[in-house]
């Protein structure tokens, strides 16, 4: 049996008479590397809100690394890393200023920090660039210091909203080297992504629309499922009767 | 507990150092806006020409025309005739002609003798400068009453500032508006620039309290602010030779309180601006604008229109530069101005009150 880290039942969001998102569930294991698809306005990032402990569900239950979404949410933050569509780091401080930044958030001992540093700049060949303004860093390199920082603390789940977005192919395929990295380190990774060749990275995908969750499976199951070749008609075929679109 | 604010303040620190051009102008700009006031935009009257027109120089007349000549804000200008006084304002060769009666000395020893008499003295004033109009024609009255025996009349005696200059009267008024330039629209825009960028959803993502991030914010640039305000103390007691006799204890207090304000309002400005340019443009124009017209700062509020009289009592800086004025011109001690000191400090606890709980607000 695998051991189940985020586990939702029936998660509700109203706002006012809009139902963002419509009684959602299923579980995820750890170490795994989740895929959370939707169109936009599909109500992915209302459930991410939920999950990260950011805002109540309206109605339903469920845990994440093992505390209650409905009365935990701060507990919730401890155990989680994020890193966001728009870039999360502050580029007027150098990549050092960060790290000891987000690890101060995270209330790591000044030698963990400094263990945790070195480990973490020599994997991304960062250590000469240690005392770089983030701002002066191409958007790749970013992207990765970032996810590097979001899981600092090793938490038990890291929530990636749209980490790739807006650079090149080659970048992608390493930053997703980055993310099979951590996962096999036992980190569960929560990813959300408008590219569907991604998609094909995650051990199991799930599809929303109108709020609600169509479709979850493993990419190839998926596949087979609706007779389609790539993920990419697999997500056309379930986005197609979406009556909200943004 | 504390470990991790002492984290964020230094992050806001390096924050505010790295952008040194920023830096420059918050540090600056009150020094240079002190000097301005104080010396190039001034409303003091200074080398106004006059001319004078009488009909006959008696010694009535001439021991007047000497006095306004010996005073180092006139120059006399000469003696014209009565169809030569429309020409010289027209070509602005003067700002004011006195023209004196016929029967100018007789009319005065009347007046002096408690008859009533035709006015012996006329003031033509060009108002295109209404400003320069007012108080040099004020001056002119003064001084040519002087030379009357009228003048045991009226005695004036102007207090707290004696040679009426203008630099007394703008300091409280820059300090006030100084400080929420400063504060209220720094606080606001660095608080916004991270929900335009997108780290304050990693922030509050992050287990810190988001009354630390805000409280964070809020230290550095109050620190600033006291550097300012230590420059705008220093400059008015050593430039500007304003006298500060009211205790500078309790001028420093009072404007700690004021910060303190200034900071909370940005604070409740970011609850609501979503970008940077609107956290801008609300510290500077809704707020800035009220605060120059409506404080006292430019125009007495006994002057306003009464509608607008009580809305003056909202505008924060209308209690700030009261207290200033009477503190550091006129040298009342705090316990003068503890009805500001409350106002102020109750102005204070709501605005904080009401930002800390529209932050709380729109994290769900």
Redesign the interface.
């Given at each position: 049996m695998k051991e189940t880290v985020i586990s939702i039942r029936e998660l509700t969001k109203r706002f006012g008479r809009f139902t963002a998102v419509d009684r959602i569930s299923f579980d995820v294991y750890k170490g795994e590397i989740f895929g959370f698809l939707g169109a936009n306005g599909a109500g992915k990032t209302t459930a991410m809100r939920m999950l990260?402990?950011?805002?109540?569900p309206t109605s339903g239950n469920g845990t994440v690394a093992g505390f209650d979404v409905m009365r935990e949410g701060?507990m919730i933050?401890?155990h989680?890393g994020?890193?966001?569509?728009?870039?999360?780091?502050?580029?007027?401080?150098t990549v050092m200023?960060n790290i000891?930044?987000?690890a101060?958030?995270?209330?790591l001992t000044p030698y963990r920090t400094r263990r945790r540093a070195v480990e973490l700049l020599s994997r991304l060949n960062f250590l000469n660039e240690r005392h770089t303004l983030v701002g002066a860093l191409p958007l790749g390199w970013k992207q990765k210091l970032a996810f590097s920082i979001a899981t600092l603390h090793r938490p038990e789940i890291v929530?990636l909203d749209e980490p790739t977005g807006g650079v090149d192919p080659i970048t992608r395929r390493q930053f997703w080297e980055l993310i099979y990295e951590e996962a096999n380190r036992g980190t569960t990774v929560f990813v959300t992504t408008h590219y569907m060749d991604e998609a094909e990275y995650c051990a199991r995908v799930s599809i929303m629309v109108d709020g609600e969750v169509r479709a979850l499976d493993t990419p190839a199951a998926l596949k087979r499922q609706f007779a389609a070749n790539s993920m990419d008609e697999v997500f056309r075929t379930i986005a197609r009767g979406a009556k909200r679109a943004e | 507990m504390n470990t991790n604010i002492a984290h964020f303040i230094r992050k806001e620190s390096l924050h505010i150092l790295r952008d040194k051009r920023t830096l420059l102008i918050v540090l600056l700009q009150p020094a240079v806006m002190l000097l301005l006031f104080g010396f190039a935009i001034s409303t003091e009257v200074n080398d106004v020409r006059v001319a004078a027109v009488a009909p006959h120089r008696t010694e009535g007349v001439t021991e007047a025309i000497d006095r306004v000549a010996h005073n180092p804000n006139f120059t006399f200008y000469g003696y014209i005739r009565q169809n030569e006084i429309d020409d010289v304002l027209r070509r602005g060769d003067v700002t004011a002609v006195v023209v004196f009666a016929d029967d100018y000395d007789r009319a005065m020893i009347q007046a002096a003798q408690g008859q009533t008499v035709t006015p012996p003295i006329q003031i033509v004033v060009d108002a295109s400068n209404t400003n320069i109009a007012g108080t040099a024609s004020a001056y002119l009255q003064n001084i040519l009453l002087g030379t009357a025996s009228a003048q045991s009349l009226f005695e004036t005696r102007l207090l707290y500032n004696p040679q009426m200059k203008s630099a007394y009267n703008f300091v409280p008024g820059i300090m006030g508006i100084i400080f929420i330039l400063v504060c209220a629209m720094m606080t606001s825009v660095s608080i916004v620039r991270e929900k335009e960028v997108g780290t304050m959803e990693v922030l509050l993502v992050s287990p810190v309290r988001p009354t630390k991030i805000i409280l964070a914010k809020m230290i550095p640039y109050f620190a600033i602010s006291c550097v300012t305000l230590a420059i705008i103390l220093l400059i008015s007691r050593f430039v500007l030779d304003i006298p500060m006799s009211g205790g500078i204890g309790g001028i420093v207090f009072v404007s700690l309180v004021y910060l303190a304000l200034a900071l909370a309002l940005g604070l409740l400005i970011s609850t609501f601006a979503r970008t940077q340019i609107a956290a801008w443009m609300v510290s500077a124009v809704v707020m800035l604008m009220p605060m120059i017209m409506l404080s006292g700062m430019l125009f007495p509020i006994e002057n306003l229109p009464l509608v607008l009289q009580p809305l003056t009592c909202a505008v924060p800086a209308r209690w700030y530069i009261s207290v200033m004025r009477k503190m550091m011109i006129e040298g009342l001690p705090l316990d003068a101005v503890l009805l500001e000191l409350s106002v102020l400090c109750f102005m204070l606890l709501a605005v904080l009150g009401l930002a800390f709980k529209k932050f709380n607000d729109k994290l769900e």
């Open positions: 990260c402990g950011l805002s109540f701060e933050k401890r989680i994020y890193m966001s569509q728009r870039f999360s780091l502050y580029d007027d401080l200023e000891r930044l987000f101060g958030i995270y209330k929530f | -």
